[in-house]
Structure formats: C-alpha cells, structure tokens
C-alpha cells in the first residue's frame, strides 16, 4: 500500500532508490536479529506477525486435545497413535517380553471411551475394530507386569458385542510381496512424466465415484503414527467451485474452467505438543501426491495450488469453510478431464546428481 502511494506521488528513480535503503534496512535487520534464537523471537514479537498466526492455531490445537481427554470424549488420535505404537512393539524383532508399559493404560482408557462416547458409524467401527484386534495381540505376548496386567482386566471387561473377537485380523502381518500389482518402475516414471500441472480442462463434470477411489488411494498414504491429521474438502458444484478458485493468487486467468477444486485442511488438535505441529504439512502432502497420481489413472488431471500464508485470504477461507482457528489450509488442488488442446508448461526439472547425495558417516 504504501509502495503504491509513493509510485504515484514520486519519479520513478526517486522509488527504486527508497526500494534499495528499504531492502538494505531490512537486510541489516535481519542480521540484528538472527543472531540467537531469543532475538528472532523478539523480532517476531514486536516487527513481524508473520507467525502470529500460526501459533494461535498451535496453541489452540494443544487446548483442544487436551480438552477432549479431559472431558472423556472421543479420544481418536491418542488411540490412533498409541495402536499404531502397540504395532511396532508387536512387529519388532527381536520383541521384548514386556513393551508398551508407559502408555498401555491410556490406550485402554481411550479404548473405552471411544466406544462409550457416541454410536459407531462404519469409520468408527473399523478403527475401534483395528485397536480391538491389536490391544487383543498385544495382551495374548506381552509379559506379566503390574500396570500391564490392571490394563488387560480393564480391557477384558470392556463389553462390545459388535466386535469380532475371534481371530484378530487387523494386526502386523506378513505382505505378500510375490503377489505385488504388475507395475513396474518404468510403468510408474511413466505415470510420473505424464502428471503435468494442467490448467485447462474440458466442461465436463467429474464422477464422484471417481474422486472418491482417488481419496481412497490418499487415506493409504504413510501418516505419523496413523493419526492422518487432516481432510479433504471437495467442491464440485461450479459456484461454489469458483467462489473457492478465487481465494488462492495463483489461479488468474484460468480458474473459470475449473470443473473440481480439493481444499485440503491439517488438523493441529491431532498432537499432544508443539514438536509434531509441522506433521499436518507431511501428512498432508503424502496424502495429496496420491491423490494427484491416482487421479491421472483415471483419465484426470490436476494442478496444485500454492496457499501461501496471507492473513486476508487465510480469513476469507476461513469464512467459506467455517474452519476452526486450529485448522490450516495445506494447499489446494484443481482437477478434472484435461482439454487436449490447453498447453502445460515444460518445468524442466532439477538433475538427479543435484538433488541425490549418497552419504556417508
């Protein structure tokens, strides 16, 4: 703004001279104030809220987890990690006779309120069917220990008829490897050079069923202890498509023949502490890189969108989709059936020798 007031107020070589005193102020502060970690933080407390942002929803997050534990509600990501760390105690080898001790209670506990808190739908009932039958596992190997033993006679007396109790089928197992689907590294750098960023698509709606076999595809991304802190917001409907299109800055010029635009949120109430808070970017991206591969089996094609952190269009996309304050937006993705005639750009990628370095200790 004030950029723009002084190109109409002054000579044009009068402005590119305040650029270079601005930029060489700048520079001198950012060397200031980079010399410790407690002078950036007074740097981003008093001269920049770049980050002010984010650690409201940091912090907002942490309130909320810890909220729904104390409150006895529906525990889902403390039971989804604390399952998905009974898995690697069972799979290790060797397994040590008594593993799991520091958190084999809470995991219990939150076992017992997942089931007590609110009627099972189908989602609900195959993750509490996966920590039955792991809980199960773990309690048939695991050695005699005092916390471990209260632990099991609360888990035994856990009453939930719905769940097969008999042969437990959603524990560590061995992969068939010989029975591997028939796709080769060469099918698959194939599938990798088509996937191009498309930005002209046909009028042409896109399937649900189809975009749902792609999110499928997504939720077997690898997530940090399974707890897979984020969703997916799909709009397909053109309104709303476009009303979406026009938050991120990078969809000028092309954004009117999007036929289908992903918003893909991270959920920071899903950790415990501050140290896990960039997993929803991970997580979100593993899960986002699917989504875009299997959408190209599908005869679909795509365009990831950059949602750079700006405080008015992260408030305008908060708005649309009601977001919590501990809910980010990761990115976004355009997608649809691609015009045979619309151009993409060449990208030319970095070199493998630029980017590989094999190491050493």
């Known amino acids: ?45 008093f001269f920049s809220e770049k980050f002010r942002r984010e650690h409201h929803s940091v912090i907002l997050g942490r309130l909320k987890y810890e909220q729904r534990l104390k409150r006895n509600q ?16 069972l799979l290790m080898r060797p397994r040590k006779d008594v593993f799991g001790t520091l958190y084999i209670n809470e995991t219990v506990d939150a076992y017992k309120n997942c089931i007590n808190s609110s009627r099972m739908d189908n989602g609900d009932f195959d993750e509490i069917q996966w920590a039955h039958d792991v809980l199960s596992s773990y309690f048939e190997v695991v050695g005699s220990n005092f916390g471990v033993d209260r632990a099991k006679r609360d888990f035994l007396n856990i009453n939930e008829n719905r ?21 080769t590294i060469d099918d ?4 990798a050079k088509q996937r191009k960023s498309v930005r002209w698509y046909l009028n042409k709606p896109v399937p649900r069923e189809d975009i749902d ?16 802190p984020y969703e997916f917001r799909v709009f397909d409907q053109p309104d709303s498509v476009q009303k979406i299109a ?50 190209e089996t599908l005869g679909l094609s795509s365009c990831a ?12 996309m908060r708005d649309e989709l009601q977001l919590a304050p501990n809910e980010r937006v990761i990115m976004l993705i355009a997608f649809g059936y691609p015009d045979p005639e619309g151009l993409v750009a060449y990208s030319q990628k970095k070199s493998l020798t630029e980017i590989r370095q094999y190491c050493s200790t």
């Open 1 to 45: 703004m004030i950029y723009q007031f002084l190109q109409e107020k002054f000579p044009t070589d009068w402005l590119e001279k305040f650029k270079e005193i601005s930029k060489s102020f700048e520079i001198l502060m950012l060397q200031i104030f980079s010399y410790s970690g407690f002078m950036s933080s007074l740097y981003y407390s």
């Open 74 to 89: 529906k525990p889902r990501y403390l039971l989804r990690r604390n399952i998905h760390r009974l898995e690697k105690g």
């Open 163 to 183: 769940l097969n109790s008999k042969n437990p089928s959603k524990v560590p197992f061995q992969r068939k490897i010989e029975s591997s689907p028939p796709i």
């Open 305 to 316: 969108l950059n949602w750079p952190d700006i405080k008015e269009t992260e408030l305008k």
């Open 246 to 295: 026009s938050l991120p800055r990078g969809t000028v010029g092309f954004r009117g023949n999007i036929p289908a635009i992903v918003v893909i949120i991270g959920k920071l109430d899903a950790f415990f502490d501050e140290r896990d808070r960039h997993l929803i970017y991970i997580d979100a991206s593993l899960a986002a890189m699917s989504f875009i591969l299997s959408l």
């Open 213 to 228: 076999k792609a999110l499928l595809a997504a939720t077997l991304s690898p997530s940090a202890c399974n707890r897979q």
């Open 188 to 191: 698959f750098l194939e599938l």
